[in-house]
């Protein structure tokens, strides 16, 4: 019971983190919140539980009425209901109907007030480890590419990753790159795109800022580039993600500070679907730098 309301209070401050600007063009995870709700049983409906909680509503996305009330509600189940029953209801015909400003307002509302509902759950975190290794060849859900703005291969673990996926990759980084402003990535942001020949599912490719006196928002670059990685991958329902140490080739950064900003991301980040991260280490005493940070309380 308690684990599932971790997880509920994690699903509320994921949707509130990703979406307060934009909400998902896609399911994303919803039928992971079904499911939590249901281990809770959670009656999952529309019918007439619901007309009895809300009997002020003449439909249950009725944000006036709805702003009204949100505060008042103090049960998890119902609200937990609601929020399933809602989202069933307009991505019915068009999920794209997510993105209208009411159906945004309603549903940050809910997540807001549900993440204050379940405050005192347990904090969920994802489990991390170090290995020194080929991240190619690791079997985990999505591994992370240390890849330069252009996003179509380079040097060290970007050029390792893109000739082990073979064309495929290249192709699915050029149509992404077209879609992108100014045709190239940004700094910080990662973007996801299929694997290729590579036994995992996803490659995130997130530019690494280039180190030059930590004065000029390098450690704000480099947490956004592990950050926005959880996030692709935590969008595809991925459950393991490897890491290289993004940065601290020809970038320059040095390996101490940025794999301190490694480790702290990943273990304040507050997971839905991840569960394992790897951080897979060029040299020994890279894995060594990130074995002392776990071991630190």
Known sequence: MDLNIAKIHSFAQFWLREYQELPPLKQCLFG?????????????????????????????????VFERIVGKIDDVQILGNAIFSNFKGITYWSQESLCTKENQRWFCLAFARLAELTAGALQLHIACEAMTGDITRLEVDAIVNAANCGLLGGGGVDGAIHRAAGKALLEDCLRLVEKLPGKCGETGQAYLT???????????????????????????LLARCYENSLRRAEEMQCASIAFPCISTGVYGYPKEEAAQIAVNTVQNFSPVSLEKAVFCCFEPGDEAIYRRLFARP
């Open 32 to 64: 992971r919140f079904q499911h939590i709700c249901q281990a809770l049983d959670f009656k999952m409906d529309s019918g007439e539980s619901l007309s009895k909680a809300f009997p002020e509503m003449k439909s249950l996305g009725d944000l006036e």
């Open 194 to 220: 299929e694997a290729g020949r590579l036994p995992c599912k996803y490659v995130i490719h997130t530019p690494g800022p280039v180190y030059r006196d930590g004065k000029h928002g390098e450690p704000e």
